[in-house]
């Protein structure tokens, strides 16, 4: 059974922090290595974290240099074979993880799936679903974008890309999609996995 490794940067965001690590917690996927990275925050987000502090592979709540870098520390700790971080204020729907593992099961040959996912307000009410379509290289280097909460990826072809570059403060996800889909194959599914807080 593959490792799953997910993290969650996070900074002053304790009104959402909880939902998030349950969302995390509660997946019925038996081998998650998760962990929080928090940026020293000053509401009481490090109380939350040490609640769930013994079911976490790692936490830390530390200055860093934004959200780029607090990511990429996350990377350099994960040791799964599949990879993916969950924003602070954005959660997982049931049975994400384990429908994400048996798509990388069956399609041996892809570095990278999305799914689709709700687009939610501060009180998590639903308010658009985002669907997605497949996209190629090309799509990415003409701005289509993919939710980022319903991206996994695979670890080897992350390592290749050495992370997110931390000069992007926008759509540094997206340059990082670009640079793993040079990796090789990224592949849509057409499954709700993930909401986004707008």
């Known amino acids: ?3 799953v490794s997910i993290f969650t940067p996070s900074f002053n ?6 939902q998030t690590i349950c969302s995390v917690l ?14 020293a925050s ?10 769930y502090s013994d079911k976490l592979a790692w936490w830390v709540s530390e200055k860093d240099q934004g959200q780029a870098d607090a990511i ?7 040791t799964g074979g599949i990879i993916a971080w969950l924003n602070s204020d954005d959660y997982y729907l049931p049975g994400t993880i384990s429908a994400a593992v048996k798509i990388f099961e069956e399609n041996p040959d892809i570095v990278m799936v ?3 996912m709700l687009a939610v307000d501060e009180h998590g009410k639903t308010f658009n679903t985002l669907n997605f379509k497949q996209l190629t290289l090309e799509d990415l280097l003409c701005f289509q974008i993919i939710g ?3 991206v996994f990826m695979r670890r080897f072809a992350l390592q290749k890309t050495g992370g997110l570059d931390t000069s992007f403060h926008f ?8 640079r793993i889909a040079q990796q090789g194959q990224i592949l849509h599914v057409p499954q709700t996995w993930a909401a986004a807080r707008y």
């Open 114 to 116: 999305y799914g689709n």
């Open 42 to 51: 000053t509401d009481s987000s490090v109380d939350i974290i040490k609640k």
């Open 72 to 78: 990429n520390k996350g990377f350099a700790r994960a």
């Open 1 to 3: 059974m593959t490792l």
């Open 148 to 150: 980022q909460p319903a």
């Open 171 to 178: 759509l540094l996800d997206h340059q990082l999609w670009i």
């Open 13 to 18: 965001q304790a009104a959402y922090l909880e």
């Open 26 to 39: 509660e997946q019925d996927y038996a081998r998650i290595e998760y962990m929080v990275i928090d940026g």
